[in-house]
């Protein structure tokens, strides 16, 4: 009688491999500095300022007060792809302090700044390539340190109520101001 022991180490050896490709070290996310230009994941980014205010004027030329303080990042992205960038794949921005803690953009506040200004996107509307778009991001936050994350969306889940779930690469921005 003849044993195969193929099955067998075909086994082992798939394990193995699995074992060691989960513990290979994944590299931590780029962190640049406010001057530099990125080229990431099909699209340009470019900082172009981040300040602290107390109020902003909306697109009614109304001043807009904070609770705290506005951190507003104004930012150009340019889509370097050959077809336009659907919403749901647009970058998202999102702050961490330096304990970690993450902090979203205000949706309401973003809009109201960005409105009737020339250069900017309305809201729901693609990317075309080769265009250049700013926009500022705002965020309602106590004054300290962040960094900028950006993430660029490589897959959009919808969920319940409308509500979309992305996953991709990031990136942050050292806004040391």
Not at 112 to 131: D, E, F, H, L
């Amino acid at each position: 009688m003849v044993m195969n022991y193929k099955p067998f180490w075909t086994s082992i050896l798939t394990l193995i491999c699995i074992a060691l490709v989960g513990c290979v070290p994944v590299a931590p996310p780029a962190t640049y500095t406010g001057t530099e230009r990125v080229d990431f994941n099909g699209l340009r980014f470019e900082l172009l300022s981040a300040r602290f205010a107390n109020s902003y004027s909306n697109f009614a030329n109304q001043p807009v007060i904070a609770s705290d303080k506005f951190l507003i990042v104004e930012i150009a992205v340019t889509n370097l792809a050959q077809e336009p960038l659907p919403e749901h794949f647009k970058p998202v921005f999102s702050l961490y302090d330096l304990n970690g803690a993450k902090y979203e953009a205000s949706l309401q506040h973003t809009m109201g700044i960005n409105m009737m200004k020339s250069g900017r996107n309305a809201y729901g509307q693609g990317w075309n390539p080769n265009v250049q778009v700013k926009q500022e991001i705002v965020f309602e936050v106590p004054k300290q340190k962040y960094k900028l994350q950006v993430l660029v969306p490589y897959r959009a889940q919808m969920g319940f109520a409308g509500t979309t779930t992305v996953t991709g690469r990031y990136f942050f921005y050292d806004l040391s101001i």
